[in-house]
């Protein structure tokens, strides 16, 4: 049986035509082990943080190659696939829990998937390995990823303006999060609610501070301690696959960080007013300055720690670094020209060309330098100003004006990716 005549173009939902001139196969096996290999490249791909405009261009590519007829559909909680010509399809459906960002675990997956589509590996193969990374043990353990969670706040820390002990306090509150999750990963229950109640702790051990006479600002004191689990990275992803017209998928993960936003900000609330409540008024002082060196220390330490919260592998640690420290310049620059709330563009810019750069002459995937740079651009962005405007505000308007900064900020970061990907080199493969 001969292809059908090909559409002039394809996009991520019309995979079947091939632009590379590989033979589709128009009739499937029951167990055909190309089908079985993009099905677990697929949920490996998802679980690793994939955007759904990038996993569903990754998985045409692979059917392509593959030889195989392909359309996908991918939401932050399942994946879509069907196979064969439209009037014999075979189709199924993933469900899928949304994952954290897994560097290393996407980088590994990525090398697995070049080597099967080069045809160094079966499909048959290609599966096992990817199941062998699945079942990997994780790169660093329990007591050191408790300190990346300390390290990460007690940097933000600096980064939001607070002073040597608005530090402490970030780092002690970091730990005590960090404790709390890996405790949460074994216990459903309470992963269900694990935001919520880490700004509640959060929120009442800083203010339990205060009232022991410790010179800290609360406010300050407690953002750093929960920066790392604003959802500003979330919100940003969202705002991407909006403009890129993947709409199903960018309104679920929209509401979703919505509504995790919102979890947070009750639990920072409660857990003041509970100490408010048992000590009385909570004192609160301005951060004492800091020398400008300890902002140059800090430039290096949070990207360290994002090494490990985000799993990345350790010889990626200096580039990780590199793309904390563009991103920072480029959004401290484009402050200068174009105020806070547009600077972000500049920083997100830079970060994305230079992490396709990066990718195209290392031929690693661009998230492991473009994730780590707008972790560092989202929090001291979109967190602070968002949460502040809610927890500060005397009335409705400038709570909502601080929505009004976080959606600003967030189309400003959405931009300055989907531009870096239009200006600079992509890599042929899932880039």
């Given at each position: 049986m001969s292809n059908p005549t090909p559409p002039p173009h394809r996009t991520a939902w019309t995979g079947w035509t091939p632009s590379h001139g590989v033979p589709m196969d128009l009739a499937l096996s029951n167990a055909d082990p190309r089908v079985a290999f993009i099905l677990q490249l697929g949920r490996a791909l998802h679980t690793s943080g994939y955007s759904a405009p990038r996993l569903e261009e990754a998985l045409v590519l692979a059917s392509e190659r593959l030889g195989i007829m392909g359309q996908f559909f991918s939401t932050p909680t399942s994946i879509m696939a069907s196979f064969g010509p439209q009037d014999d399809q075979r189709t199924f459906m993933i469900r899928v829990e949304p994952g954290d960002e897994n560097l290393g675990k996407l980088a590994r997956v990525d090398h697995v998937t070049r080597d099967v589509l080069s045809g160094r590996l079966t499909p048959a193969e290609g599966s096992a390995?990817?199941?062998?990374?699945?079942?990997?043990?994780?790169?660093?353990?329990?007591?050191?990823?408790?300190?990346?969670?300390?390290?990460?706040?007690?940097?933000?820390?600096?980064?939001?303006?607070?002073?040597?002990?608005?530090?402490?306090?970030?780092l002690a509150i970091g730990l005590l999060t960090g404790l709390l999750a890996l405790y949460a990963g074994g216990h459903p229950g309470l992963?269900?609610?694990?935001?919520?109640?880490?700004?509640?702790?959060?929120?009442?051990?800083?203010?339990?501070?205060?009232?022991?006479?410790?010179?800290?600002?609360?406010?300050?004191?407690?953002?750093?301690?929960?920066?790392?689990?604003?959802?500003?990275?979330?919100?940003?992803?969202?705002?991407?696959?909006?403009?890129?017209?993947?709409?199903?998928?960018?309104?679920?993960?929209?509401?979703?960080?919505?509504?995790?936003?919102?979890?947070?900000?009750?639990?920072?609330?409660?857990?003041?007013?509970?100490?408010?409540?048992?000590?009385?008024?909570?004192?609160?002082?301005?951060?004492?300055?800091?020398?400008?060196?300890?902002?140059?220390?800090?430039?290096?330490?949070?990207?360290?720690?994002?090494?490990?919260?985000?799993?990345?592998?350790?010889?990626?640690?200096?580039?990780?670094?590199?793309?904390?420290?563009?991103?920072?310049?480029?959004?401290?620059?484009?402050?200068?020209?174009?105020?806070?709330?547009?600077?972000?563009?500049?920083?997100?810019?830079?970060?994305?060309?230079?992490?396709?750069?990066?990718?195209?002459?290392?031929?690693?995937?661009?998230?492991?330098?473009?994730?780590?740079?707008?972790l560092l651009l989202v929090p001291g962005s979109i967190g602070l100003r968002s949460l502040t405007g809610m927890m500060t505000s005397a009335g409705v308007l400038p709570g909502v004006e601080g929505i009004f900064q976080m959606g600003l900020i967030a189309v400003s970061l959405a931009s300055g990716i989907l531009i870096a990907r239009v200006v600079s080199p992509r890599r042929a493969l899932m880039d």
């Open positions: 390995a990817i199941g062998a990374i699945e079942q990997r043990a994780p790169d660093y353990g329990r007591v050191l990823t408790t300190l990346a969670f300390g390290v990460a706040s007690g940097s933000a820390a600096r980064f939001l303006g607070g002073g040597p002990y608005e530090m402490l306090a970030g992963g269900r609610v694990f935001e919520p109640l880490a700004a509640f702790l959060a929120s009442a051990l800083a203010a339990l501070l205060a009232v022991l006479g410790v010179p800290v600002s609360v406010l300050l004191a407690t953002l750093a301690g929960v920066i790392i689990l604003i959802p500003g990275l979330t919100i940003t992803t969202a705002i991407t696959e909006l403009s890129s017209r993947h709409l199903a998928s960018g309104t679920a993960r929209l509401m979703g960080a919505f509504v995790l936003l919102m979890g947070i900000v009750f639990g920072i609330a409660f857990g003041s007013k509970f100490v408010s409540l048992a000590f009385g008024t909570i004192p609160d002082v301005a951060p004492l300055p800091m020398p400008s060196w300890t902002l140059a220390v800090s430039l290096v330490l949070t990207p360290l720690s994002f090494v490990v919260l985000l799993k990345a592998e350790r010889r990626d640690a200096p580039w990780i670094i590199l793309a904390g420290i563009v991103a920072f310049a480029g959004a401290r620059l484009g402050a200068q020209l174009l105020g806070p709330e547009l600077g972000a563009f500049g920083g997100a810019l830079l970060t994305g060309v230079g992490s396709q750069w990066y990718s195209r002459f290392t031929n690693r995937p661009s998230q492991i330098t473009l994730v780590p740079g707008l």
